[in-house]
């Protein structure tokens, strides 16, 4: 079993690599007076802790988190498959051992043409790796389906949207399932153009219009990383019987560092 034990690729860069040191750093962050509710989809940033960990502990603190998680990330090494999903083992960080539901992984990628078993691509990856110790925190005992995209073909990733959407209803498993995007927003610009282009692209995925949603990220060049799996998000979510989203919180990197002239931005949402 030990080659399917997927080990932290990031401890200790993006996050805390003790299990005290992390559960600290979420406790800091976490909105204890928050609602929670029952949602079918949401999207979380992924950058190290100190700069989006504000936005994504928020969001998570007003989520009820289900048995299932379905992840879906952007593939900022390069390796493995363009569509890649991995479909058994356990995944492990400083808060403990996740297993992958192997049977609902194996689900999608029999219902997916496009989705390929790969584990290269998830195993030096961060941007899914980084949202488990948020999800830890609150629940100990859920399970995962890994799924990363290197690939931006629309018409695709609309397709696996719909796989993923189409698997769910068919297991009847809508009620113990969320889907998480993971997604920074736009990069490296000044934080007046950042915010504005950022606003474009926020204001698509609460209109849950995933067509808008491309033509921005084109139209205005914005630099969001995860728009892949936002879109895939968004084509599920509205599946299965998605009406509305909402902005939890909204920060850049320059929120946090002072320095306004080049900044990330991030982005929590919920979609119910």
Not at 99 to 123: C, F, P, V, W
Not at 124 to 133: A, D, K, M, R
Request: net charge negative.
């Amino acid at each position: 079993m030990s080659d399917k034990i997927r080990q932290p690729a990031v401890a200790g860069q993006f996050y805390p690599s003790s299990s005290q040191g992390l559960k600290n750093q979420i406790e800091a962050f976490i909105d204890k007076q928050a609602q929670k509710i029952d949602i079918i989809a949401c999207m979380l940033p992924h950058a190290g802790y100190i700069y989006s960990g504000g936005v994504a502990a928020e969001t998570v603190s007003r989520i009820n988190i289900k048995n299932k998680v379905i992840l879906l990330g952007p593939n900022h090494t390069g390796y493995g498959a363009r569509y890649s999903i991995m479909p058994e083992g356990t995944w492990q960080t400083p808060l403990g051992e996740i297993r992958i539901d192997s049977n609902l992984a194996g689900d999608i990628l029999n219902h997916s043409k496009y989705l390929e078993s790969d584990n290269t691509a998830h195993t030096y990856e961060h941007s899914l790796e980084v949202e488990l110790p948020f999800l830890q925190y609150f629940k100990t005992d859920f399970e995962i389906v890994p799924i990363i995209f290197l690939s931006d073909e629309f018409e695709v990733l609309k397709k696996i949207g719909e796989d993923i959407a189409d698997t769910i209803k068919e297991r009847n498993i809508k009620d113990s399932t969320i889907i998480v995007a993971s997604s920074d927003m736009t990069h490296y610009e000044s934080q007046d153009q950042a915010q504005k282009k950022d606003k474009e692209a926020i204001q698509a995925i609460l209109e849950l219009n995933e067509d808008k949603l491309i033509d921005r990220i084109r139209r205005l060049n914005i630099s969001m990383c995860g728009y892949a799996p936002a879109i895939t998000m968004i084509s599920a979510a509205k599946l299965l019987g998605a009406k509305t989203a909402k902005l939890i919180k909204y920060q850049t990197s320059g929120d946090v560092t002072g320095d306004k002239s080049s900044v990330v931005g991030y982005a929590g949402i919920i979609i119910y």
